[in-house]
């Protein structure tokens, strides 16, 4: 068995890797559940899992490896991690957006940043505020970070105007 990837993110759920893997492989393009695993009658002292209950749950998203384990409620996500999406456009912005904000926490939303419904950080970002953030004339650069740090979802057109002057 030939090794594809020496490193994929491995994300820790209570109970919901199966169904977490399932939002996500729904939302982004070119994506698919590859493997489900299932706890062995073995370690129940220790896990205290059902037996074949799922473990862990491989997954695709946009052809990025991740695996999902239902390690139980010991572990939560925080901001620490985040999952960065870089998008195209605004309508990409958007759709990422809108799907991973669902039911997710709205306090948790700033330049870029949200949490989604399981508790997972994402920032959802156009690859041009990179290129804007990055620009040689810091001018054009604090005009950007201003206007960004004033937005929830990033609004391409309100960054290009600050960056324009």
């Known amino acids: 068995m030939q090794l594809q990837q020496k490193i994929i993110p491995c994300l820790w759920f209570d109970d919901q890797a199966k169904a977490a893997a399932e939002y996500y492989v729904g939302i982004f393009p070119s994506s698919r559940i590859t493997h489900i695993s299932r706890y062995p009658d073995a370690g129940q002292e220790i896990h205290g899992k059902p037996p074949g209950s799922v473990l862990t749950v491989s997954f695709e998203l946009d052809g990025c490896p991740f695996t999902a384990l239902n390690g139980g409620p010991h572990f939560r996500f925080n901001e620490a991690i985040s999952l960065q999406v870089i998008c195209q456009d605004q309508a990409e912005v958007d759709h990422y957006w809108s799907a991973l904000a669902a039911g997710g926490d709205p306090a948790a939303q700033?330049?870029?940043?949200?949490?989604?419904?399981?508790?997972?950080?994402?920032?959802?970002?156009?690859?041009?505020?990179?290129?804007?953030?990055?620009?040689?004339?810091?001018?054009?650069a604090n005009r950007v970070m201003e206007v960004m740090l004033q937005q929830k979802k990033i609004q391409l057109d309100a960054l290009q105007r600050a960056y324009a002057g």
């Open 110 to 140: 700033q330049c870029g940043w949200l949490k989604d419904r399981f508790g997972l950080s994402w920032q959802v970002f156009p690859d041009e505020l990179t290129h804007m953030l990055d620009d040689p004339d810091p001018d054009k």
